[in-house]
């Protein structure tokens, strides 16, 4: 595999990883690491809570290498920052090339990491109505729920900006899982023909940037180690009825969907997540991937670390 590299941006508190299959090697403020890391409706409901509720993956992607960047940051708190000026950047390059920014965000503890978007200087400087936010994996739970990533996005999230509820593009609740993935395929599909979703070459949505959070066994969106649904090729959207984090009911996006972002940040945070950050950035010779090492984006894919997620690196 080609060595990966990045140019990331000199903040002081960042030690950025040169990824390299080659031996470790340190450098002062520069580490580098091997890596095995593969960087690989009829109407959809688009109303907000505040209205009323309802408001080239390939088949190869695991032998193809893409470019990947890895921030590590001393803390969270300073990941978040970082987090926010990448995504204020590339809202002010999508909004200037092409007057929309899709933008898709996970649920669980990625969250509460985009708080500083909802400070000065971002509150007030992003053109936020131009954006259109989606979920890369919701459960099948109404969505003042506890469970719902809308909810949860909503509260830590989009009710603090002025994100225009029409452009909030939620699962409908009231249908089963099937019909939910269903609808919310529909709805891109109407999104991709209206040009607010862009189109990649292989014809599937291809998202401005996508925010994703792992979990512990490294899983990413709804998507899970040794499922069946991380082989899915042709659907945009799925379901699962047997997650095996609870709820077990869910939608998501699927790898050639999320594999055809022109950005994906992938955000860990903790020690707790430190072996499986060691599994996916290290020299892994283990025939059966985690899904987070399926992510493997056309565009660019940055991992953005805290000290205790990269513990182990
Ligand atoms: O269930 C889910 O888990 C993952 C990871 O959550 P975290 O709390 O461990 O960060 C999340 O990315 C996904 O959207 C969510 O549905």
Request: glycine share 6%.
């Amino acid at each position: 595999m080609a060595a990966v590299s990045t140019s990331v941006r000199s903040l002081p508190s960042v030690r950025h990883l040169r990824l390299s299959r080659l031996s470790p090697t340190v450098a002062p403020g520069r580490l580098s690491y091997s890596t095995g890391i593969r960087a690989i409706s009829p109407i959809c409901s688009v109303r907000s809570r505040r209205s009323d509720y309802r408001a080239r993956f390939s088949a190869s992607a695991m032998a193809e290498s893409s470019k990947a960047k890895v921030e590590v940051h001393d803390s969270e708190e300073v990941l978040a920052a970082s987090l926010a000026k990448y995504t204020a950047d590339l809202s002010s390059k999508f909004v200037g090339e092409r007057g929309a920014f899709t933008f898709v965000v996970s649920g669980g503890s990625l969250i509460k990491s985009l708080r500083k978007l909802t400070e000065p200087p971002y509150v007030d400087s992003i053109d936020w109505s131009k954006w259109h936010v989606f979920w890369v994996d919701e459960r099948v739970v109404p969505k003042d729920h506890d469970d719902s990533n809308y909810k949860l996005a909503y509260d830590g999230f989009l009710s603090k900006v002025p994100i225009l509820p029409g452009n909030v593009y939620s699962i409908n609740d009231a249908l089963s899982a099937e019909g939910a993935a269903d609808d919310y395929e529909t709805c891109l599909k109407h999104l991709v023909k209206s040009g607010v979703i862009n189109i990649s070459e292989a014809r599937f949505p291809k998202f401005d940037l996508m925010l994703l959070g792992m979990g512990p066994d490294g899983h990413v969106a709804s998507l899970f180690p040794g499922h069946v649904l991380i082989n899915e090729k042709v659907k945009w959207v799925t379901f699962i009825k047997d997650s095996p984090k609870p709820p077990p009911e869910r939608i998501t996006f699927t790898f050639p969907v999320i594999n055809s972002s022109a950005y994906i940040a992938l955000v860990v945070a903790g020690a707790g997540k430190a072996h499986v950050v060691q599994t996916a950035l290290g020299d892994s010779q283990s025939s059966e991937k985690l899904p987070v090492q399926l992510v493997s984006p056309e565009g660019e894919l940055t991992w953005f670390l805290d000290k205790g997620a990269a513990s182990m690196l």
